[in-house]
């Protein structure tokens, strides 16, 4: 009786946890689209940006890159290999097949 | 007894796959609250300051960044019509996309830390759909929607 | 059918998820460990 009476249970639990995933898919559809038209919108386009003391106070000390690409643009980055003179070599590659790459230095002495 | 064992395993695969769509529609909520209160700061600072920054000292979204100590040496081969580039550095480095940047100049409130006042919570909320407030809720005090709503009756 | 041995990890602009770029901090993080 306990067993019938927990596979009850279970059933309707999964029922439920169907209907909430059903409700966050939705949900996730929709503030997407959501997202894609407040970033279109043509005002909301113009004060979309940052300052590059925005950007220094968040990365404190550091030598930072600014990188503006084409949407589709590939970033690669090969796993750290040690070099011939046994340093470890560190290396991005970016292209793009649509556009060129812009890229800012900012905060180096 | 199998079935039940049957139904529990699928009952604990459908919670985690919960789990990880609440998560991606919080990251989702996290970057439109972002988006919309820089656009809303640089609204207020172009007003206050009587006409948009230079250009040259601001950079539009989207963008992303890399960050590396001030000690790396950098080299950077560039194609003549700046499709490809090709960056060596001597030493390690970190990406973070524009979103992120976002989040270090607080403009998501600490929502992601769960930690975020009550009058930044109110102003979280208006820049989202009123049907998802219940989830900015749940984010600024870093509770788990497990211990909630429909799972904890059941528990 | 064998799998290409991965030598890099790819990021795409407007096409890749932030979790992407956490991960090639991770590989640049542990490759510095070792």
């Known amino acids: ?109 | 007894a199998q079935e039940c064992q049957n139904l529990e395993m699928e009952k604990q695969r459908r919670m985690e796959r919960i789990k990880q769509k609440r998560a991606q529609l919080q990251e989702l909520l996290l970057q439109q609250i972002a988006f919309k209160n820089l656009v809303q700061r640089n609204q207020q600072n172009e007003q206050q300051n009587q006409g948009a920054p230079a250009l040259n000292s601001t950079i539009k979204l989207p963008f992303i960044i890399v960050n590396t100590s001030k000690r790396t040496v950098i080299d950077c081969s560039i194609s003549s019509d700046k499709f490809e580039y090709l960056f060596n550095f001597d030493n390690a480095f970190e990406i973070h996309d524009d979103i992120e940047v976002l989040k270090r100049m607080g403009m998501s409130f600490g929502l992601e830390s769960g930690k975020c006042s009550p009058e930044d919570l109110r102003l979280a909320k208006s820049l989202v759909p009123k049907a998802l407030e219940g989830y900015i809720t749940d984010m600024s005090t870093g509770s788990s929607w497990v211990n909630q709503g429909l799972l904890c009756n059941s528990a | 059918s064998c799998l290409t041995p991965r030598t890099a990890l790819l990021y795409k602009f407007n096409g890749s998820p932030s979790k992407s770029l956490k991960d090639i901090n991770n590989m640049i993080k542990q490759g510095d460990q070792r």
């Open chain 1, 1 to 109: 009786k306990e067993v019938i009476e927990k596979l009850r249970h279970l059933k309707a639990e999964i029922e439920e946890l169907e209907l909430k995933e059903k409700e966050l898919d939705q949900q996730k559809l929709w503030l997407q689209q959501s997202i894609k038209n407040v970033m279109d919108d043509s005002v909301n386009n113009r004060f979309s940006y940052v300052s590059h003391e925005d950007i220094c106070s968040c990365f404190k000390g550091d030598t930072l890159l600014a990188i503006q690409a084409p949407s589709g643009t590939q970033l690669e980055v090969p796993i750290p290999e040690l070099g011939q003179n046994g340093q470890k070599k560190y290396q991005i590659t970016l292209r793009s097949r649509s556009g060129p790459i812009h890229v800012l230095l900012i905060n180096k002495d």
